[in-house]
């Protein structure tokens, strides 16, 4: 039987309200986020908060979805039917990310960190706000 380890996809691009980074930690094979709350540390399981941002980042970019499948096709040069159809289901099931083995999780947060992304999460876990330039400020 095999046994895969979940990683956060995340570790390093969150931040507390106050601008404190989040860890990291795993309880058993389980990773954590452990978020200061004062003198305390909340341990909120990563995948709680991993699954918030994907679906963020997913709703924003559904909402440009044609800006960007033009632009990735203008990109790669390939202007047919097939390209377009695959970009925009690459789009739609973005969320496939979170299944362990389907993303290098190292390469996807070393490009979020050169792009400055950042996530800001609440004590509970749950994500306030996503801090990526270029895209508009907006309250979650």
Request: glycine share 6%; charged share 30%.
């Amino acid at each position: 039987m095999s046994y895969v380890i979940r990683r956060p996809l995340f570790a390093d691009l969150i931040f507390d309200e106050q601008g404190q980074i989040v860890k990291t930690v795993y309880i058993g094979a389980v990773p954590h986020y452990v978020v200061p709350d004062g003198d305390f540390q909340r341990h909120v399981e990563a995948e709680h908060v991993d699954r918030q941002i994907v679906r963020l980042m997913q709703e924003r970019i559904l909402a440009m979805r044609d800006f960007i499948t033009a632009g990735v096709i203008q990109m790669l040069g390939r202007e047919d039917l097939f390209t377009q159809a695959s970009i925009e289901h690459a789009i739609k099931n973005m969320d496939r990310i979170l299944e362990p083995g389907n993303v290098d999780v190292d390469e996807l947060r070393t490009t979020l960190w050169m792009l400055k992304f950042r996530a800001i999460v609440n004590v509970h876990g749950d994500v306030v706000r996503l801090d990526v330039p270029g895209w508009e400020e907006e309250e979650i």
